[in-house]
C-alpha cells in the first residue's frame, strides 16, 4: 500500500518569504508524484508533476520540487511568496503499476500575510 | 473544452433522503475517482473505477455505491442520507496510465 505524509499542517508566512513544505510517501516501486493546490472556493488544481528525468521540476507560478528518491522526498518550495500563493497545498503519489490510485496527503494550509 | 463537470455545486437535503451525484469527463479517461473531503482536511479516495463496468472501495468506509456505464460518467448515490454524510465530495479522473487527475469543483452536500 502507498501513503503520504505532510509534515506541516498550517503554515504562515510573511510576503517575499521562502517557502518549502514537506512530503514524505511510501510505496516500494516506481512512482508519479505531484502537488496540487486548492486556492479558497476552487477546486484542486496541478501545480506540478514528476514522472521520470531531472529530478527538479518546474511547475507554475514559481513552484519547484524537488524528487529524492533515497529519502522518498517530494519537496516543494518557492523562493519568495506572495498572499495570493495563500492556499491549500496537497501533495499526492500515484504508483507506476495502472492498478495503483491517486492517493493524498493530510494538505498544508498556508497563509500569506500581506 | 475537455474538462470534468459535477453537479450539483451545493445540495441540502433531508435525512433519509436517497441522492445521485453526478459526475461527468470529456476527456476520455479510462480512471474516475470519489474522493471525500471535510473542510480544511485530507482527500479521502472512497470509490475508484478502472473503467466501464468496474467499480472498487477505496481506503475510506463510505455507503454510498457508484456506477460506470459508460466512459464518461461516473455518479455517486446515497440511498438515505444522513448527517455524517455532510461533507464536499470531490470527482476526478486521469488516464490509464496514471498521469495527472484532472478535479470537478465538487459538491458540497448537507445533510440536515
Known amino acids: 500500500a502507498q501513503s503520504v505524509s505532510q509534515h506541516n499542517h498550517h503554515v504562515i508566512l510573511s510576503e517575499a518569504a521562502s517557502l518549502e513544505l514537506g512530503c514524505n510517501y511510501s510505496?516500494?516501486?516506481?512512482?508519479?508524484l505531484f502537488w496540487y493546490v486548492q486556492y479558497p472556493g476552487q477546486h484542486l488544481q496541478l501545480l506540478l508533476k514528476?514522472?521520470?528525468?531531472?529530478?527538479l521540476v518546474k511547475g507554475i507560478k514559481g513552484f519547484e520540487a524537488e524528487f529524492i528518491k533515497s529519502k522518498f522526498s517530494f519537496n516543494l518550495r518557492k523562493p519568495s511568496v506572495q498572499w495570493s500563493d495563500t492556499a491549500e497545498y496537497f501533495c499526492?503519489?500515484?504508483?507506476?503499476?495502472?492498478?495503483?490510485?491517486?492517493?493524498f496527503g493530510g494538505g498544508t494550509r498556508l497563509m500569506v500575510k500581506p | 473544452e475537455a474538462d470534468i463537470y459535477q453537479t450539483p455545486r451545493y445540495l441540502v437535503i433531508g435525512t433519509g433522503k436517497k441522492i445521485t451525484l453526478e459526475c461527468s469527463q470529456t476527456?476520455?479517461?479510462?480512471?474516475m475517482y470519489w474522493y471525500q473531503q471535510d473542510p480544511g482536511m485530507e482527500l479521502h479516495l472512497i470509490h475508484y473505477?478502472?473503467?466501464?463496468?468496474?467499480?472498487e472501495k477505496g481506503d475510506l468506509s463510505s455507503e454510498s455505491t457508484v456506477s460506470r456505464i459508460r466512459t464518461e460518467h461516473f455518479p455517486l448515490t446515497l440511498e438515505s442520507a444522513r448527517p455524517s454524510h455532510t461533507s464536499q465530495y470531490l470527482c476526478?479522473?486521469?488516464?490509464?496510465?496514471?498521469?495527472?487527475?484532472?478535479f470537478g469543483q465538487g459538491t458540497r452536500l448537507t445533510v440536515v
Open positions: 476526478a479522473s486521469s488516464t490509464k496510465m496514471n498521469t495527472e487527475a484532472f
Open positions: 514528476y514522472f521520470s528525468g531531472d529530478p
Open positions: 510505496y516500494g516501486g516506481t512512482v508519479n
Open positions: 473505477s478502472y473503467g466501464v463496468n468496474s467499480t
Open positions: 499526492a503519489v500515484n504508483g507506476f503499476n495502472a492498478g495503483n490510485m491517486l492517493t
Open positions: 476527456m476520455g479517461h479510462d480512471k
